[in-house]
């Protein structure tokens, strides 16, 4: 069965520092990977995904992720947080051609001034 | 404007009483699916649906139907809502190829609380 671990809870960042925001999947096979947000009292938008290819993946508001199938991971990361990052991440894993899309319980990411 | 809309928003019932959330897409989508929120445990797919009239379950299909009669629409059916059900429900869709050219819209939520 597929599953998807985020280790963090909760992550607390100064603005203006990094992120990483941890990932591991179990998949008996190459898996589609993505990271989606939400910020309070919204839905979700999809900030990226992993198919095939580079490993590196770039996204939407300046996020990329990298995929490392030796470690199962796929680390969500951002150079410089900004205050409305502040939400709470999914990363979710789903295997080709398969409809079953399983997420992680989330990290919620607080910016603090 | 492309989007998933679900209909209600905010309910509030009984146990027992049977209801149904709607959700529809104006994007032509072959795939569309229901999940459910609750904290500490992320979102679990519940139903989805590769097309019309088809069908499969995701993790937590116990309590809740679905059915898929049209390309656009597909509801959540709960014959006899329990407390257990309460939670925040999401309706998504997908249209493209599996990969990149993939697109993906969620539903804005529908928050019910069962008594």
């Known amino acids: 069965a597929q599953s998807v671990t985020q280790p963090d809870i909760h992550i607390t960042v100064s603005e203006g520092a990094s992120l990483e925001l941890r990932c591991n999947y179990s998949y008996g096979a190459t898996p589609y990977l993505f990271w989606y947000v939400q910020s309070p009292g919204q839905g979700l938008q999809l900030l990226l995904k992993?198919?095939?290819?580079?490993?590196l993946v770039q996204g939407i508001k300046g996020f990329e992720a990298e995929f490392k199938r030796s470690q199962s991971s796929f680390n969500l990361r951002k150079p410089s947080v900004h205050w409305s990052d502040a939400a709470e991440y999914f990363c979710?894993?789903?295997?080709?051609?398969?409809?079953?899309?399983?997420f992680g319980t989330g990290t919620r990411l607080t910016i603090i001034p | 404007e492309a989007q998933v809309t679900q209909n209600p928003r905010y309910l509030i019932t009984v146990t027992g009483k049977k209801l149904t959330v709607t959700c529809s897409q104006n994007?032509?989508?072959?795939?569309m699916s229901w999940y459910r929120q609750d904290p500490g445990l992320g979102l679990r797919q519940i139903y989805y649906s590769m097309n019309v009239e088809v069908t499969d379950k995701g993790d937590v299909p116990e309590g809740y139907k679905v059915s898929r009669k049209e390309k656009r629409n597909f509801p959540l059916i709960l014959e006899s809502p329990s407390p257990n059900q309460t939670s925040l429900y999401f309706c998504?869709?997908?249209?493209?190829?599996?990969?990149?050219?993939?697109?993906?819209?969620f539903g804005p939520g529908t928050r019910l609380l069962v008594l």
């Open positions: 979710a894993v789903r295997g080709y051609g398969n409809e079953k899309l399983t």
């Open positions: 994007m032509n989508h072959e795939y």
């Open positions: 992993y198919f095939s290819g580079d490993t």
């Open positions: 998504a869709s997908r249209g493209g190829t599996s990969g990149r050219t993939e697109t993906q819209y």
